[in-house]
């Protein structure tokens, strides 16, 4: 059974900062791409950082990029994601997901089978 925790959210003041946490259990996060992805009310699902397989790969959403850092920490089978000077538009639902099988790159939401219960940002002006 592949379990996904994410942890880490919680409400901050515009130009702060946050760190997301993903534990994985049942599944090795080195092995296939991962990713964050948000959801915000009435909007669609976006992704927001991914991760190839051993995070040989890291790509980003060009609203978060030189902001957000995708990380990971294989020792502890945890993948990050580091966001710095948040913005009230980065409020949302934050996600953690994986693919199933051996993946380079993906921005496929249908690809990511696995995912976490979400943990929400909210980012006050």
């Known amino acids: 059974q592949v379990q996904l925790v994410e942890s880490g959210g919680g409400s901050v003041q515009a130009g702060g900062p946050l760190r997301l946490s993903c534990a994985a259990s049942g599944y090795t996060i080195s092995s296939a791409c991962m990713g964050w992805f948000r959801q915000a009310p009435g909007k669609e699902r976006e992704g927001v950082a991914g991760?190839?397989?051993?995070?040989?790969?890291?790509y980003y959403a060009d609203s978060v990029k030189g902001r957000f850092t995708i990380s990971q920490d294989n020792a502890k089978n945890t993948m990050y994601l580091q966001m710095n000077s948040l913005k009230p538009e980065d409020t949302a639902m934050y996600y953690c997901?994986?693919?199933?099988?051996?993946?380079?790159?993906?921005?496929?939401?249908?690809?990511?089978?696995?995912w976490g219960q979400g943990t929400q940002v909210t980012v006050s002006s």
């Open positions: 991760m190839g397989s051993g995070g040989s790969t890291k």
């Open positions: 997901a994986a693919v199933p099988s051996s993946c380079g790159r993906s921005w496929w939401l249908n690809d990511y089978k696995y």
